[in-house]
């Protein structure tokens, strides 16, 4: 093992446990957007007993009486509720209801020692059984959220449930994809037709000798896809160039790609122990908030906007206008512009539209994650 790969190693065990983790963590820059909203932040634990898992959550929500739109985020590998918070409290500013999940059985508790966290880390990645299990923490979130709408709760009286997102890093970018139809380990397949568009952060390559075309042709709503030219898998195989292959072959889907020049897996998480480092992790974490917010801007769109009837914009429509009437929608090409000037010459941005014709696979799509 190179040393390269034992330091990353070291950061990712010290950024989930200890004092002083917990000290950088709090300490941590997090980038500003243009004031729009204040946001409220609440932590829930919401209990599925139709499969006996206990699932802790953080909400952040702007101080408004507006029903806004919903992002789901799952959190990634070894993380808590608390995992890209900065994140959700820009996304909150913005405008959105964010909702942070955490998936135990991968999540914070397997971080104790570093060989043993490492081995608990891998095994937890590899086992079928997460991988099912998250996905279907997404759904019963999305379940949970409309509980609280027909309830009438504070929270459920702020929510636009037609106007869903799901996103995630890591292996909560996995997730994520799950439920925009990804095919997950054993061949499943767990889609959620409530969710509109999907934001995966460094999404992993699939388990097993799976055909990547299979894997990812059922994905027929948005996606953007954010990675870094040094992304390299701290747990698993993927590597920075192959966090690409979910965008190359989800051929059904309109997609974007943003690569982050410089940026390695840590950017999500923050370098805590790397000074010299650290001082760019504001930069690409104010990046991923303004790619992903517009974005969101261009999808989840206004609730009387039906997928049939979208009315396109011209490209000078606003950045900032999150709830835009119908007739001044951005195109998606527009979009593409709009994220190469947000990235400010940062990044590369690719966009492709959904492809009509099937794609057929061949055995250089088979890739294995050992």
Not at 106 to 135: Q, T, Y
């Amino acid at each position: 093992m190179s040393l390269r790969k034992v330091f990353l190693i070291l950061l990712l065990v010290s950024a989930h446990f200890g004092p002083l983790a917990g000290a950088a963590r709090s300490a941590a820059p997090e980038p500003e957007p243009e004031p729009r909203y204040q946001v409220r932040v609440e932590h829930a634990t919401w209990h599925d007993s139709t499969r006996h898992r206990t699932l802790p959550v953080k909400i952040h929500r702007p101080v408004t009486d507006d029903r806004l739109p919903v992002v789901v985020f799952s959190t990634g590998l070894g993380e808590s509720r608390e995992g890209c918070g900065w994140l959700g409290r820009y996304w909150a500013r913005r405008g959105y209801v964010a909702v942070h999940v955490q998936h135990p059985g991968s999540d914070h508790h397997l971080m104790s020692g570093l060989v043993r966290s490492r081995r608990r880390l891998s095994a937890a990645f590899e086992a079928p059984a997460n991988g099912w299990h998250r996905a279907e923490d997404l759904r019963f979130i999305i379940d949970q959220l409309h509980a609280e709408r027909r309830s009438g709760t504070a929270l459920g009286e702020q929510l636009d449930l037609n106007r869903l997102g799901v996103a995630g890093c890591d292996f909560g970018a996995q997730t994520a994809l799950a439920l925009g139809g990804q095919m997950l380990p054993g061949r499943r397949r767990m889609p959620d037709h409530r969710v509109r568009a999907v934001v995966a952060l460094s999404a992993p390559i699939p388990l097993g000798k799976v055909p990547l075309a299979a894997a990812y042709s059922q994905i027929c709503i948005p996606c953007l896809f954010l990675t870094g030219t040094e992304d390299d898998g701290i747990i698993g195989s993927t590597t920075a160039a192959q966090r690409r292959l979910a965008f190359d072959h989800a051929l059904g889907a309109e997609r974007y790609l943003v690569t982050l020049r410089g940026a390695d897996h840590m950017i999500y998480r923050g370098h805590q122990y790397r000074r010299r480092i650290a001082r760019r992790d504001p930069m690409y974490q104010a990046l991923i908030c303004r790619a992903t917010t517009l974005f969101w801007e261009q999808h989840l769109a206004d609730r009387e906007q039906t997928t049939a009837a979208r009315t396109l914009a011209p490209a000078s429509t606003r950045a900032s206008e999150s709830l835009l009437p119908v007739a001044v929608r951005p195109k998606s090409g527009d979009l593409a512009e709009r994220l190469r000037a947000a990235t400010r010459g940062m990044a590369r941005v690719e966009h492709r539209q959904a492809s009509p014709r099937p794609h057929a696979s061949s055995g250089r799509d088979a890739l294995a994650a050992e």
